[in-house]
């Protein structure tokens, strides 16, 4: 049955007698505090991320993006920024062209205190063909990109095909033998379809899912926000960690505070999502985002919990 989303809303966010953040997620259980950098697992991989990520790859496509664009100083600027604030998790793409750019803004600081996520292009476009190498060949290059001997998190990136993992089997294999190698921490897939999506949960492959999720199915796998949390849910609860993107409907809701506000506490309310990428262009944008997840969490604990 599909809800209305308004409807929807009103089931999500009224939890245990009105809580924002649902008790029994394991997300919920990290976020007993107010700060809105706190570093929350990331599903079962061992991995500790900030609670609000960094994205280097707004309309990224062909090797630039929104904040590639930005130019060297006004993106090194842009990223200390965030890692100065509290952000430890940084997500790039091979297609967003971010990867060198991500590895010079972060040169210097301690590797062990920060997160690296990136993403291998597989689809028609996007990077030059001569430079579709497999999957361990490029994440060489990436490592060498991003200035680091390892990278945290690597995903193949923009699966759509529910058949996707027949289709990838052997860039699933080089993945798995890099993990094994310690070159990558974990691997995963950036979805964009339900049906992709929907396969995630039941595959041992997959440790890292990015998603696409807010409370008014913009850029979403279905319209309807109702059809695809459950999904995000069984994906949460197989033990996959699960990075959010699209909270603000691909920049939709940059300037209406009133719907960042209400994506932000319907994406915690789900307790389901470890953390929120967002494809900051400002320092200021850092800042207020910041602001508001702070405000939601401590209006969070404000809710007294249910009755046993």
């Given at each position: ?14 939890g ?6 649902p008790r ?22 061992g ?20 904040q ?23 997500d ?29 292009w ?22 060498q ?34 993990k ?25 492959w ?76 400002t ?25 046993e």
């Amino acid at each position: 049955m599909r809800l209305d989303r308004r409807s929807f809303l009103a089931t999500a966010l009224a939890g245990a007698g009105g809580a924002m953040l649902p008790r029994p997620a394991r997300s919920a259980q990290a976020r007993r505090s107010t700060d809105p950098f706190q570093l929350v697992p990331l599903g079962d991989t061992g991995i500790e991320v900030s609670l609000i990520g960094a994205g280097t790859g707004m309309h990224g496509y062909n090797r630039q993006s929104k904040q590639t664009q930005l130019g060297p100083e006004k993106f090194d600027a842009l990223i200390r920024h965030a890692y100065d604030k509290g952000v430890r998790l940084f997500d790039c793409a091979d297609t967003y062209g971010s990867n060198p750019h991500v590895g010079r803004a972060l040169a210097g600081l301690p590797r062990e205190d920060y997160v690296l996520v990136t993403k291998l292009w597989v689809l028609p476009g996007g990077i030059p063909e001569e430079e579709r190498a497999d999957a361990a060949v490029t994440v060489d290059r990436c490592r060498q990109e991003l200035r680091t001997d390892y990278i945290d998190v690597v995903q193949i990136h923009c699966m759509s095909d529910p058949d996707w993992r027949e289709q990838q089997a052997r860039a699933m294999d080089l993945l798995a033998d890099l993990k094994d190698r310690g070159v990558i921490r974990a691997h995963g897939v950036s979805i964009h379809s339900l049906p992709a999506l929907d396969v995630c949960a039941t595959t041992p492959w997959v440790d890292v899912v990015h998603t696409r999720v807010n409370p008014f199915g913009d850029a979403m796998d279905d319209p309807d926000p109702g059809v695809v949390t459950p999904v995000i849910r069984n994906i949460h609860e197989a033990g996959k960690g699960v990075i959010g993107m699209k909270l603000i409907g691909e920049g939709r809701y940059r300037d209406d505070p009133a719907k960042r506000d209400e994506a932000i506490r319907f994406v915690l309310g789900l307790g389901t999502v470890d953390t929120m990428i967002v494809g900051f262009e400002t320092t200021d944008e850092i800042d207020d985002f910041a602001a508001r997840v702070g405000a939601a969490l401590e209006e969070s604990q404000e809710v007294p919990p249910a009755e046993e």
